[in-house]
C-alpha cells in the first residue's frame, strides 16, 4: 500500500498545478495587442498577472468568482475539483497527523502538504487502516483531477504475461509510472497487497521493479520503457 500510495501521490502532485492553470487562464500580453480595423474602439486590456493571482486566490479561498468586466468566467467543475482536492488534502494531512499522535501541521500550500503526507507513509506503515486511508483518498483527489482536466489516464499494453496469473493483461500507466495487471481475476502472493482482498485494487510494479517484471513476465524491457516515456511527453505536452 506505500508504494501504491507514493504513485497516486505522485501523480497528483503533476497534474494538481495544471488544474490550477485552467483555472485561471492565461490572457494575451498587453505589449502584443491585437490590431484594430481603423477607428474602432481598442478592447480593454486583459487583467494584469496580479490581477488574476489575486482572483485565483479568492476562488480557491471562498469559491468566488471577483466581479468586473476584466475578469474571464471560471469553468465550475475545474473550481469544484480544485475545492475538493484542497479540502481533501487538508483533511489528509491532518487525520494523518492526528492518527500518528504528531502536533497540528502548520499551514501550507496543497503539494507542500501532500509532500508532507509522503514523508511520513514509513511512520504510518505500521498502522493499515491509516494506510489505506491515505491511499484511497490520494487515488480518489488524482482520479478527480484527471477527469477534470478532461482526459483518461493513458495506458499502454505491456507484451508478455503476468507472472501472477500468467494472462497476456499487464498495462503501463505512464502517469503514475507502474505497470499494473488489469486482469479482475489476478491475485498476487504477496499477503500484504490489497489485491487479495479488495476488488477495486490491481497489483501494481513501480518502475524500480520494471527489470524484474520484464525477467518474469517475457516483457521487452526497452519497449517498456520508451512507449511508456513517449507517451508521458506527449500528454505533457498537450
Known amino acids: 500500500m506505500t508504494a501504491d500510495a507514493v504513485l497516486w501521490i505522485e501523480l497528483l502532485l503533476r497534474q ?23 477607428g474602432a474602439h481598442r478592447a480593454p486590456a486583459g487583467p494584469t498577472r496580479a490581477e488574476r493571482e489575486e482572483a485565483l486566490r479568492a476562488e480557491q479561498a471562498h469559491g468566488l468568482t471577483p466581479s468586473g468586466a476584466r475578469t474571464s468566467p471560471l469553468r465550475l467543475h475545474i473550481s469544484d475539483a480544485v475545492r475538493d482536492i484542497t479540502d481533501g488534502v487538508i483533511e489528509l494531512d491532518e487525520a ?27 511512520r504510518a ?3 493499515d487502516v491509516l494506510l489505506a486511508h491515505v491511499r484511497d483518498e490520494v487515488r480518489r483527489m488524482a482520479r478527480r483531477c484527471t477527469r477534470a482536466l478532461g482526459g483518461a489516464e493513458p495506458v499502454v499494453r505491456v507484451s508478455g ?78
Do not use: I, K, M
Open 161 to 238: 504475461r503476468c507472472p501472477w496469473c500468467d494472462s497476456v493483461s499487464l498495462r503501463a500507466f505512464p502517469a503514475r509510472r507502474a505497470v499494473l495487471c488489469v486482469n479482475p481475476a489476478c491475485r498476487c502472493a504477496d499477503r500484504a497487497c490489497d489485491c487479495r482482498t479488495d476488488p477495486a485494487h490491481r497489483h501494481a510494479w513501480s518502475e524500480g521493479a520494471w527489470v524484474r517484471l520484464a525477467a518474469e513476465s517475457g516483457a521487452d524491457l526497452a519497449e517498456l520503457t520508451a512507449s511508456t516515456a513517449d507517451t508521458a511527453r506527449r500528454e505533457g505536452g498537450r
Open 96 to 122: 494523518v497527523h492526528d492518527r500518528l499522535r504528531l502536533p497540528r501541521p502548520r499551514r501550507e500550500q496543497v503539494a507542500g502538504r501532500l509532500l508532507r503526507v509522503a514523508g511520513l507513509l514509513d
Open 16 to 38: 494538481f498545478p495544471e488544474l490550477l492553470t485552467e483555472l485561471a487562464p492565461a490572457y494575451r500580453s498587453p505589449s502584443a495587442p491585437r490590431a484594430t480595423p481603423s
Open 125 to 127: 506503515a505500521g498502522d
